[in-house]
Structures are given as structure tokens and as C-alpha cells.
């Protein structure tokens, strides 16, 4: 870990931290990640896709928000046992553990919430967040054709019962 994740808190947004999260995820689908293509990066569908029903968590080192998760159920009403979260972080903060420390912070938070699965949609083949996925043991449970073009998208799966705290105190940064 290095000073600037040792310096990080993980604390509720605020609408002005809605407002940073906003200008990270346009950079990120500008480049041409974390959705399907063609979707537009508005303030609608961000709203829609990272805000509404979901609780959101920024990164501070500082006063400067330099990333964020949401947690939100991901079948509501019908399997509201299984939480689901999508990450950002600014790309001039990345590669640094701070997406690590949002992982194991929202899996934390869900366990708490009662949650007892987590589960990442449709996650693109080249997305960075697979490896820390996968080395905070989610496992791809299936794939939906032709979700990023011709390219599937990826569901990603792992319980928080149990040996779920061990997994998440063994991430870097905690
Ligand atoms: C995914 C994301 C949140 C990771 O944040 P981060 O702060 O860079 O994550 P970390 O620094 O904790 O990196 C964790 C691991 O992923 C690796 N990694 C990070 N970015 C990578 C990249 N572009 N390519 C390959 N590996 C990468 C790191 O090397 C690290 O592994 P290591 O510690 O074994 O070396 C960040 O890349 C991001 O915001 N991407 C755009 C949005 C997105 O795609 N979100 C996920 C879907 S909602």
C-alpha cells in the first residue's frame, strides 16, 4: 500500500461527491470501459446507473474525492439476499490499492447490510476489476452474449457466509 491508499477514507457521498463520481465515470466510458458500448455517459443515465436506490461510498484523501463504489440489491424484491457494486476510481489515483480498499469496504458493508452474496454484472472481459475480483475469490458464474458488441459480459459471483471476513481482511490495504 502505498502513502496515498494509507491516507484514504472511505466515508457516504454527498452530492458534490455525486458530482466528481459523475466526471470519473464520462472519462471511463470516453475511453470505452465499464458499460455496454453505446450507451450514453448523460447525467441521466448515471444517475440511473450509479446513484437511484443504491448507497455510495467515496474515497477521500483529503477533501479531493478521488473515487467511489455503489452498493445496491441486485434483484429487488425476489433474491434482495444478494447485494451487487460497481467501483471507479479516478484514472490519475488508479493502480495504487484504491480500488482494493472500495472492494473490501463495500463487501464489508454488504455483509453488515445482511446481504449474503455479491454478484458484479456484466463485467467486460478486459476490465481491470476482474483481477481484484477474482483475487477477492468471485468466481464467473455464467456469461450473457453479445453485451459489449460481440463480446460477452461476464457474472461474477461469491458468497459473504462463511470465511467471507478472512477474505476481505486478506485484501491489500486493510
Ligand atoms: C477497476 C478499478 C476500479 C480498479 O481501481 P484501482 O485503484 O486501479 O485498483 P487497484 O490499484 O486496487 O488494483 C488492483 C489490481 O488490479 C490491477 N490493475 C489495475 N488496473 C489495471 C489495468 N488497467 N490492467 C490490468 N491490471 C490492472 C493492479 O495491478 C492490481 O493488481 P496487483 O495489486 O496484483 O498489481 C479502476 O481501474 C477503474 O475505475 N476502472 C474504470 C471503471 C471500471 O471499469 N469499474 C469496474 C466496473 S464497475
Redesign the pocket.
Known amino acids: 500500500m502505498n502513502d496515498e491508499a494509507a491516507d484514504l477514507v472511505i466515508v457516504p457521498a454527498t452530492e458534490s461527491d455525486h458530482a466528481v463520481l459523475f466526471e470519473i465515470y464520462r472519462d471511463?466510458v470516453a475511453a470505452g470501459?465499464?458499460q455496454p458500448a453505446g450507451v450514453k455517459a448523460d447525467r441521466e443515465v448515471f444517475h440511473e446507473g450509479w446513484i437511484r436506490r443504491r448507497r455510495v461510498y467515496v474515497a477521500r484523501v483529503g477533501d479531493t474525492t478521488i473515487?467511489g463504489y455503489f452498493l445496491r440489491t441486485n434483484f429487488p424484491a425476489f433474491a434482495a439476499h444478494i447485494a451487487q457494486g460497481?467501483?471507479?476510481?479516478a484514472e490519475s489515483?488508479?493502480?495504487?490499492?484504491?480500488?482494493?480498499r472500495l472492494l473490501a469496504h463495500s463487501l464489508e458493508q454488504a455483509a453488515r447490510l445482511g446481504y449474503t452474496a455479491m454478484m458484479f454484472n456484466l463485467?467486460q472481459q478486459g476490465?481491470?476489476?476482474r483481477?481484484?475480483y477474482e483475487r477477492a475469490g468471485f468466481k464467473i458464474i455464467g456469461t450473457i452474449p453479445n453485451v459489449h458488441g460481440d463480446e460477452p459480459g461476464l457474472i461474477y459471483w461469491r458468497s459473504l457466509e462463511s470465511g467471507s471476513k478472512a477474505m476481505v481482511s486478506a485484501m491489500?490495504g486493510e
Open positions: 471511463v470501459g465499464a473515487g460497481g467501483y471507479l476510481v489515483a488508479r493502480r495504487r490499492g484504491v480500488g482494493s463485467v476490465n481491470p476489476s483481477r481484484l491489500p
